[in-house]
Nanobody, 123 residues
């Protein structure tokens, strides 16, 4: 069983919005840091946003501050990445990840991953 399942990717024009959802298969993920990473062709996977288990602490990479927000609903075992004012440079495969470490930045430390969802922003 895939532990994390992303949805909500697609093609959007620059300036548009998308809402990515990550559904966790088990309630234990309510106690995990949940994160969104992205990887563009030829580039390393980078942390976009992360939220701790309570939802009180969040991280956003500088390039998305003011445009993206991350939130979670532990009752629904779900994490949301709301992406507004999208830019062509946001184009990438977006991955949901989970780990027990607090707001871990290094993708290599995450134990659980989704299959990824493509986000394409046209200029």
């Amino acid at each position: 069983q895939v532990p994390l399942v992303e949805s909500g990717g697609g093609l959007v024009e620059a300036g548009g919005s998308l809402r990515l959802s990550c559904a966790a298969s088990e309630r234990t993920f309510s106690f995990y840091t949940m994160a969104w990473f992205r990887q563009a062709p030829g580039k390393e996977r980078e942390l976009v946003a992360a939220v701790d288990w309570s939802g009180d602490s969040t991280f956003l990479t500088d390039s998305v501050k003011g445009r993206f927000t991350i939130s979670r609903d532990n009752d629904k075992n779900m994490v949301i990445l709301q992406m507004n004012s999208l830019k062509p440079e946001d184009t990438a495969v977006y991955y949901c990840a989970a780990d027990t470490a607090f707001l871990l930045h290094d993708w290599r430390g995450y134990d659980f991953w989704g299959q990824g969802t493509q986000v394409t922003v046209s200029s």
